[in-house]
């Protein structure tokens, strides 16, 4: 896996984190669910980029 891919999963699990927690926080149940499904996105492709590299 390379460092820039690593990285960009990084953020945005990061970024999804913040989204769900200002969800809970303000009530807005839309930025929650879009925080979830940035994380299980990002989760996705980290998960994708471990098979790669078990590959190689």
């Known amino acids: 896996m390379g460092v ?3 990285a960009k999963n990084s953020a945005q699990e990061a970024v999804g984190q913040a ?3 200002a969800g ?5 149940r839309e ?3 879009k925080g979830r499904s940035d994380k299980v ?3 996705l492709k980290q998960a994708g980029e471990k ?3 078990a590959l190689d």
């Open 4 to 6: 820039a891919d690593k």
């Open 31 to 33: 930025l929650e669910a």
């Open 41 to 43: 996105a990002a989760d």
């Open 19 to 21: 989204k769900e927690s």
């Open 24 to 28: 809970k926080m303000t009530g807005d």
């Open 51 to 53: 098979v790669k590299d």
